[in-house]
């Protein structure tokens, strides 16, 4: 194309730079707030058994690794297999309703009204309904991370250029055709961005039904640690869930970059204009 010039990708060495620029700021914000923590426990300015020194909350995640670890794996495998659930539940819900009108106007309600009670309050039922298991945990994490997945991927879905489609019609394609052809990879950007919500919602649920009855998971080691006023293992295990929250955020953008190259946010700049 005239005016229009093609440029290589970037090298090793841009892409390095851009990941520090992407990077220093974030690392530089967490360094200051841990030099605060620092400060103020050096200092005693709050009891340590109100906010522990970081050095204490870190012989507590080396000298107690193992049992970190234990509670930690009970947890992510809570959260991914609710994360997934809501995924696939939370997708075929919003097919059937951006193709049929009636399901829409009589599920989006109920869906509303599911997302603004707190779980916290119905966790208990659950627990009474089906035990101290994995299950109740796993049902909390995937109603609460159905709600972003559902309403990323009806906007996704409807949000297809009404051209496209009347041009898929014309050419004869079928339903399905439109479908898997248009529809669903261009509702794609969407669904990421709804899935970067719920999978770190999804670390939430299972945390809140093991604070409910449980005795296994980050939850679990929370409440206990929230009861015997061990402040240290209490800041390690909000660290380790933090961290698990972070860890599938990050993993959840790293399948997007992969799956959507084309998408305009994932572009890199190849094209430079000569006018």
């Known amino acids: 194309m005239s005016g229009v010039a093609e440029r290589n990708g970037p090298g090793a060495g841009e892409r390095l730079a851009r990941a520090v620029e992407a990077g220093w700021r974030p690392v530089a914000l967490l360094a200051g707030c841990f030099a605060v923590w620092w400060i103020i426990a050096a200092a005693e300015l709050v009891e340590p058994y109100l906010v522990p020194s970081p050095g204490a909350t870190l012989d507590v995640l080396t000298g107690k690794a193992d049992y970190l670890w234990q509670h930690t794996w009970v947890t992510t495998y809570e959260t991914l297999l609710g994360f997934v659930i809501a995924v696939v539940v939370g997708v075929l819900?919003?097919?059937?309703?951006?193709?049929?009108?009636?399901?829409?106007k009589t599920l989006y309600p109920i869906l509303l009204f599911a997302q603004v009670v707190p779980?916290?309050?119905i966790a208990p039922l659950f627990v009474v309904w089906l035990g101290f298991g994995i299950t109740p945990k796993i049902l909390i994490a995937v109603l609460i991370a159905f709600f972003p997945v559902v309403i990323s991927m009806v906007t996704g879905l409807k949000a297809v250029d009404p051209e496209m489609l009347q041009l898929s019609a014309t050419m004869g394609a079928k339903p399905w055709q439109t479908f898997a052809k248009i529809r669903f990879p261009a509702s794609l950007p969407h669904l990421f961005s709804g899935l970067k919500v719920a999978v770190t919602l999804a670390v939430t649920g299972a945390v809140v039904g093991e604070f409910v009855g449980a005795n296994e998971g980050l939850g679990y080691v929370i409440l206990q640690a929230n009861g015997n006023l061990d402040t240290p293992m209490l800041f390690a295990g909000l660290l380790v869930m933090s961290l698990i929250g972070v860890v599938l955020f990050v993993l959840v953008e790293i399948a997007e970059k992969l799956l959507l190259p084309w998408h305009a946010s994932r572009r890199d700049t190849n094209?430079?204009?000569?006018?």
Do not use: F, G, N, W
């Not at 919003?94 to 193709?99: K, S």
């Open 271 to 275: 094209v430079t204009t000569s006018y």
């Open 93 to 104: 819900a919003a097919v059937v309703m951006v193709y049929s009108s009636t399901v829409e």
């Open 119 to 121: 779980k916290i309050a």
